[in-house]
């Protein structure tokens, strides 16, 4: 397992339903070392930390090998790394493998596996089609939040090393819901 790409973005005011709402979701790609602080990446902002970020929800991990299914999904749009809202794009594991609990080392950072992603409306709006939040909770594709445990530093290329395995699969049904 390994880090493909570290995502951040700041916040954005987007139009939603006749109103002005604010989101982090628009990531882009670093191509530096990055520090791992308690709430998250140093350089990435969320908009409602209820939702996504803060302690439980630091950061957003979202498996490469998912792209190419919503890249046929989705032929007119572009999916760089970070598409999906994620702070981590990365490859060599997907959820039917992961465990609530599992203890990962990345640089020299450590996290633990909190829960899968349950998307928002914001998705949605940046695939321009709400279609893709029932698409994405079908898929069985969530990508998952990681909490913090030791704080360091981290970038693109580093490998994934697990510590301690959980007890509680991250497995996601048809419908979304978590299976423990």
Same mark, same amino acid.
């Given at each position: 397992?390994?880090?493909?790409?570290?995502?951040?973005?700041?916040?954005?005011?987007?139009?939603?339903?006749?109103?002005?709402?604010?989101?982090?979701?628009?990531?882009?790609?670093?191509?530096?070392?990055?520090?791992?602080?308690?709430?998250?990446?140093?350089?990435?902002?969320?908009?409602?930390?209820?939702?996504?970020?803060?302690?439980?929800?630091?950061?957003?991990?979202? $498996? =490469?090998?998912?792209? #190419? @299914?919503?890249?046929?999904?989705?032929?007119?749009?572009? %999916?760089?790394?970070?598409?999906? &809202? /994620?702070?981590?794009?990365?490859?060599?594991?997907?959820?039917?493998?992961?465990?609530?609990?599992?203890?990962?080392?990345?640089?020299?950072?450590?996290?633990?596996?909190?829960?899968?992603?349950?998307?928002?409306?914001?998705?949605?709006?940046?695939?321009?089609? $709400? =279609?893709?939040?029932? #698409? @994405?909770?079908?898929?069985?594709?969530?990508?998952?939040? %990681?909490?913090?445990?030791?704080? &360091? /530093?981290?970038?693109?290329?580093?490998?994934?090393?697990?510590?301690?395995?959980?007890?509680?699969?991250?497995?996601?049904?048809?419908?979304?819901?978590?299976?423990?």
């Amino acid at each position: 397992m390994r880090v493909v790409s570290v995502n951040v973005g700041t916040l954005r005011t987007i139009p939603w339903r006749g109103r002005q709402v604010q989101t982090g979701i628009f990531k882009h790609s670093i191509n530096t070392r990055v520090a791992v602080r308690s709430l998250g990446i140093e350089g990435d902002q969320q908009a409602d930390r209820r939702l996504h970020g803060g302690v439980d929800k630091a950061v957003y991990v979202y $498996p =490469k090998e998912h792209y #190419q @299914f919503w890249e046929e999904q989705y032929p007119d749009i572009t %999916l760089p790394w970070g598409m999906f &809202g /994620e702070n981590l794009t990365i490859e060599g594991t997907l959820e039917g493998a992961m465990h609530i609990g599992d203890r990962w080392r990345i640089g020299s950072v450590q996290f633990e596996i909190v829960q899968p992603r349950d998307p928002c409306y914001k998705l949605g709006v940046k695939f321009g089609s $709400p =279609k893709i939040i029932k #698409q @994405f909770l079908t898929s069985g594709r969530s990508g998952w939040y %990681l909490k913090v445990i030791k704080e &360091g /530093e981290l970038g693109a290329d580093d490998e994934i090393v697990p510590l301690r395995q959980g007890s509680q699969p991250l497995i996601t049904n048809t419908k979304g819901k978590t299976d423990v």
